[in-house]
Every structure is written in structure tokens, then in C-alpha cells.
């Protein structure tokens, strides 16, 4: 379980490539936080990490925050969104 620090992603391949990299929820709450400033989008966001959802509901739910709050042109938003399986 990592911050997403790309050199260590990286090296968690090399080094142990049978191993799932796992992203830290609390670490990604702080990038949101200096990514975004929109205190009600990051009240949504960490419902949304820490929740249990499907993977249709998440994205259902995750398009509505993004449509709901304009954030589709935000780079940080397009990238977590992509790390989504870790």
C-alpha cells in the first residue's frame, strides 16, 4: 500500500510483480484536497472511496459527482479515476 508515488509503483513491478499495488485511501483524500478546492465535492469524494459499492454503482454515482461539481476537465480527477482498480 502505497501513496501512487510512480517511481515506487515501478519498482513494486520489478521487485515483486506477482504483488497487487494498493493505493492509500488517506493519501488520496490529501491529493483531492490539493487537487481540488471544493469543499462539498470532497465531502462526496471520500463517500465515495469509502464505500462499498458495485462497480456499476461507483460509476454511476462517480459521473454524477463529476458532471454534478464540472470537474470533467480536471487532470487530477481523469488520472484517480484511471487508478481506480488500485
Known amino acids: 500500500m502505497t501513496n501512487g508515488d510512480n517511481t515506487m509503483r515501478e519498482t513494486i513491478k520489478y521487485v515483486f510483480p506477482n504483488v497487487s499495488h494498493i493505493l492509500c485511501s ?33 460509476e454511476l454515482k462517480w459521473k454524477n459527482v463529476v458532471e454534478k461539481y464540472k470537474l470533467g476537465d480536471n487532470n487530477w ?10
Open 26 to 58: 488517506r493519501h488520496i483524500h490529501r491529493n483531492a484536497t490539493e487537487n481540488v478546492e471544493n469543499k462539498i465535492f470532497l465531502h462526496e469524494f471520500r463517500n465515495l472511496i469509502y464505500a462499498n459499492f458495485s462497480r456499476d454503482e461507483f
Open 77 to 86: 480527477v481523469k488520472i484517480i479515476h484511471q487508478m481506480k482498480e488500485k
